[in-house]
């Protein structure tokens, strides 16, 4: 049994599949295992390297730089959206001096590193005579990288439709805005959704960059908890990775969601399903028709001759 795109595979390529399957768990469960030995053999799993997590004052804090992380990532994956959509509308404007300032902008947000924007709002500004709070250099950080990536997104989702989309909103009267926003900008996103949820994931772990500039962050308070009696450090970093671990998985979950729901057309769930058949039939049919009557009109005009 076949398909266009993928042959199922036979006897011999299912017995490969199977060893490749069984060797792969094989090593993972091997450095899992060695990895478990190791924290053994140090004595990683003392009550005393735990000990810290069992104040409720701890988890407070963590709660509350838990917070911390999501108010910088929620602002800043809103406002990398907005620019992005600014800048994709910009590079595809008709006019070069709209579209070239705009691609020299986003290039140069995509080639700065976003630890370095960061480090020049917070520590670069105040030599110029303006200080930033760490909160608004995070976000204003992220969204300069994030913003042009997701621009760069939506820029080829919208060059990869056909042109025939574009020709079809110009044909019934809309102008190019109209066009851009309703017709070529709706199927773009939908295209490229997975691209923009994988960057907005970048935007949730990049959060963590904020520590360097002092911003009280989830990895800002692992650094504090690192420091305290036993030094628990590889205990405060699974911590605090499991619950960045925990956010990406629930963001990744959401777009998927998203995406079902946005794939789901109210008009494709009550069109009754068509027999292709049937259709064929139809057609012929039709033509078998039409050939007959073409042949009843010559014999009425050869009679008439």
């Given at each position: 049994m076949t398909s266009v795109l993928y042959d199922v595979p036979g006897p011999r390529a299912r017995r490969r599949n199977a060893i490749?399957?069984?060797?792969?768990?094989a090593v993972v469960v091997a450095v899992l295992g060695f990895v478990a030995w190791r924290l053994s053999l140090t004595n990683q799993y003392d009550a005393s390297k735990w000990n810290v997590f069992t104040y409720s004052l701890v988890w407070q804090t963590?709660?509350?730089?838990?917070?911390?992380t999501l108010r910088a990532f929620a602002l800043a994956a809103v406002l990398s959206l907005a620019l992005g959509f600014v800048l994709a509308i910009g590079r595809l404007s008709d006019h070069a001096w709209v579209r070239v300032p705009v691609t020299v902008v986003t290039e140069l947000f995509r080639a700065i590193p976003v630890l370095v924007l960061m480090m020049i709002l917070y520590y670069g500004l105040p030599s110029l005579g303006v200080t930033m709070d760490p909160?608004?250099?995070v976000v204003?950080?992220?969204m300069a990288y994030n913003g042009s990536v997701l621009a760069e997104a939506l820029r080829a989702g919208v060059e990869s439709l056909p042109k025939g989309q574009s020709e079809a909103g110009y044909a019934?009267?809309?102008?190019?805005?109209?066009v851009m926003v309703k017709v070529l900008l709706p199927q773009a996103i939908r295209a490229m959704l997975p691209v923009i949820i994988a960057q907005l994931v970048v935007v949730m772990k990049d959060t963590a960059l904020g520590f360097l500039i002092t911003y009280q962050e989830l990895l800002y308070y692992a650094k504090l908890l690192?420091?305290?009696q036993g030094r628990p450090i590889l205990q405060a970093a699974l911590i605090i990775g499991g619950i960045y671990v925990i956010m990406c998985l629930l963001l990744s979950w959401l777009a998927k969601w998203v995406e079902q729901r946005s794939r789901r057309s109210p008009k494709v769930a009550k069109t009754v399903a068509h027999d292709p058949a049937a259709d064929d039939e139809g057609t012929l049919t039709e033509a078998i028709a039409l050939q007959s009557r073409s042949r009843r009109i010559e014999s009425a005009d050869d009679s008439e001759r």
């Open positions: 490749l399957a069984i060797v792969t768990i963590i709660g509350e730089m838990l917070v911390n909160y608004w250099a204003l950080a992220l019934i009267g809309l102008r190019k805005s109209g690192s420091s305290q």
